[in-house]
């Protein structure tokens, strides 16, 4: 289309003469393919619609699994100027800190394919999944404000976590400035039963086989090799975070004409970082994000103790250790190079994932040779991939990549078009383990409903931003 100018076959750019309110480019990284394949929904639309914001600097960027959604389109990515930027919950969204965690082990593809039905049992039992589901932990509003402010520590002192855990998650576990104050009695009802629990839609826990290597040097320093077991972990704030972000889009409402911001698309509301207003939503979407690291830790301390009353005695070792942790929702405080000068901005990631490249001091000393990992979950019954970041995805990025496939089709039409009993037996058929909380959840996520994995990394790897370390096949599958 006329929109979009060709950088590379990997990136694409709509200047801002396109549209007489646009303040900065947009910029997408996809194949001319998946751009097409876009075309049909509203993404498109939506990073334009962004770049209209005030106070944005460099460009917005698009993901290749990009996909509307509300205000901003999945896949984005934008920063904004501390001084004169704002802060929008729709770029951040509504399952704040929904992210991936991987955990390798040593047990071989062959040695726990006789054990998969007793082991998805025990998973299924340890990791409370579905709507509304509540967790055996069950904190008081106190306990909950402190986890907020601690994240992932909180389970460290706890005893639910260990200091590798800690060291290999982003950012350590949590961001500063949790402010348990700005959250509403309503958030703090819903999360206070909802640690170590699944969730539903397009949460997942999956066991999956490494199936190939493409950097051996950095598969090695993960500690990932060829025909071992691997596990994902995908889940965020689950209730909680989401009351976060309905309570702050009303809010903000107001906030908007209060300062004068003009918008394109009522879901942009925001606010000024420096704004009361602004502060008090970063201050209740940490507590979000926070939550969201010590979910995903709860539900490896308890994937551990599957592992454990499943497989001890019957494999040689069942220990599982943390690859890394990544969030793919979420509003942090970076430094970049912006005009060739070093500068903090605030980074609204949308359904896109950090991608540090190689020396970054924000991660882990481990990874620092090879850039951070960057954890990219398929749909079921299709692959996953490691990657990691680039000198390049700083460059051109603000060193992020992709989260994921990206969906092509809505949960209503995919219930529509795909039979829940029909997919579990094809799924079997593969020789995928599965357990699920209703046929029409799993048919809400049939991998017909995603876009091809595969032709996404192709995408992030052709445009520089990430590199290919493994791909990984499922052979267990978890859903709510």
């Given at each position: 289309m006329d929109m979009f100018s060709k950088i590379s076959d990997f990136e694409w750019e709509i200047s801002p003469d396109f549209r007489s309110d646009m303040r900065v480019p947009v910029r997408v990284?996809?194949?001319?393919?998946?751009?097409?394949?876009?075309?049909?929904?509203?993404?498109?639309?939506?990073?334009?619609?962004?770049?209209?914001?005030?106070?944005?600097?460099?460009?917005?960027?698009?993901?290749?699994?990009?996909h509307q959604g509300y205000g901003f389109p999945i896949g984005g990515v934008a920063a904004a100027d501390m001084e004169d930027g704002v802060v929008s919950p729709g770029g951040i969204g509504y399952d704040i800190n929904c992210g991936v965690r991987l955990l390798a082990s040593r047990i071989t593809a062959s040695e726990i394919k006789p054990l998969l039905p007793d082991l998805a049992t025990k998973i299924n039992q340890y990791c409370p999944s579905g709507v509304g589901v509540g967790s055996q932990l069950k904190l008081t509003k106190d306990e909950l404000r402190e986890a907020c402010v601690k994240g992932a520590r909180w389970a460290k002192a706890e005893g639910y976590a260990s200091a590798e855990d800690i060291r290999h998650t982003e950012g350590n576990g949590y961001l500063e400035g949790a402010d348990p104050d700005k959250l509403s009695e309503r958030a703090l009802e819903r999360g206070?039963?909802?640690?170590?629990?699944?969730?539903?839609?397009?949460?997942?826990?999956?066991?999956?086989?490494?199936?190939?290597?493409?950097?051996?040097?950095?598969?090695?320093?993960?500690?990932?090799?060829?025909?071992?077991?691997?596990?994902?972990?995908?889940?965020?704030?689950?209730?909680?975070?989401?009351?976060?972000?309905?309570?702050?889009?009303?809010?903000?409402?107001g906030v908007v004409q209060k300062y004068g911001i003009v918008l394109p698309d009522k879901q942009?509301?925001?606010?000024?970082?420096?704004?009361?207003?602004?502060?008090?939503?970063?201050?209740?979407?940490?507590?979000?994000?926070?939550?969201?690291?010590l979910n995903r830790q709860l539900l490896a301390n308890n994937i551990r103790l599957a592992f454990e009353e499943?497989?001890?005695?019957?494999?040689?070792?069942?220990?599982?250790?943390?690859?890394?942790?990544?969030?793919?929702?979420?509003?942090?405080?970076?430094?970049?190079?912006?005009q060739?000068?070093?500068?903090?901005?605030?980074?609204?990631?949308?359904?896109?994932?950090?991608?540090?490249?190689?020396?970054?001091?924000?991660?882990?000393?481990?990874?620092?040779?090879?850039?951070?990992?960057?954890?990219?979950?398929?749909?079921?019954?299709?692959?996953?991939?490691?990657?990691?970041?680039?000198?390049?995805?700083?460059?051109?990025?603000?060193?992020?990549?992709?989260?994921?496939?990206?969906?092509?089709?809505?949960?209503?039409?995919?219930?529509?078009?795909?039979?829940?009993?029909?997919?579990?037996?094809?799924?079997?058929?593969?020789?995928?383990?599965?357990?699920?909380?209703?046929?029409?959840?799993?048919?809400?996520?049939?991998?017909?409903?995603?876009?091809?994995?595969?032709?996404?990394?192709?995408?992030?790897?052709?445009?520089?931003?990430?590199r290919k370390v493994a791909r990984l096949r499922p052979v267990l599958v978890i859903k709510g």
């Open positions: 990284f996809a194949s001319w393919s998946l751009i097409q394949d876009t075309l049909s929904d509203k993404s498109i639309e939506q990073a334009i619609n962004v770049s209209t914001l005030p106070g944005l600097v460099e460009a917005v960027m698009v993901m290749p699994d990009m206070r039963t909802q640690l170590g629990t699944l969730g539903a839609g397009n949460h997942f826990i999956e066991v999956d086989v490494i199936e190939k290597i493409f950097d051996e040097n950095a598969a090695k320093v993960m500690g990932l090799y060829t025909g071992e077991i691997a596990v994902q972990i995908h889940t965020g704030s689950r209730g909680f975070g989401h009351q976060i972000c309905t309570d702050f889009v009303r809010k903000l409402q942009l509301v925001c606010a000024p970082i420096q704004s009361t207003e602004g502060q008090d939503y970063l201050g209740a979407m940490r507590c979000g994000a926070n939550f969201a690291f499943a497989l001890a005695g019957r494999v040689g070792n069942w220990h599982l250790t943390q690859i890394y942790d990544i969030a793919h929702n979420i509003g942090k405080f970076e430094e970049h190079i912006i060739g000068e070093k500068k903090t901005v605030c980074v609204h990631r949308k359904g896109a994932t950090r991608a540090f490249g190689p020396g970054s001091k924000d991660i882990p000393e481990k990874y620092k040779e090879i850039g951070q990992p960057v954890l990219v979950p398929g749909s079921m019954g299709t692959a996953s991939w490691v990657l990691t970041g680039t000198k390049t995805s700083m460059e051109r990025s603000f060193g992020s990549s992709c989260h994921g496939a990206g969906r092509v089709m809505s949960r209503s039409k995919a219930k529509h078009e795909v039979w829940g009993e029909d997919l579990m037996k094809r799924l079997e058929g593969q020789g995928i383990e599965v357990r699920a909380g209703s046929m029409s959840g799993l048919a809400e996520e049939a991998p017909e409903a995603y876009k091809d994995v595969d032709q996404v990394v192709e995408s992030v790897v052709g445009a520089g931003i990430a």
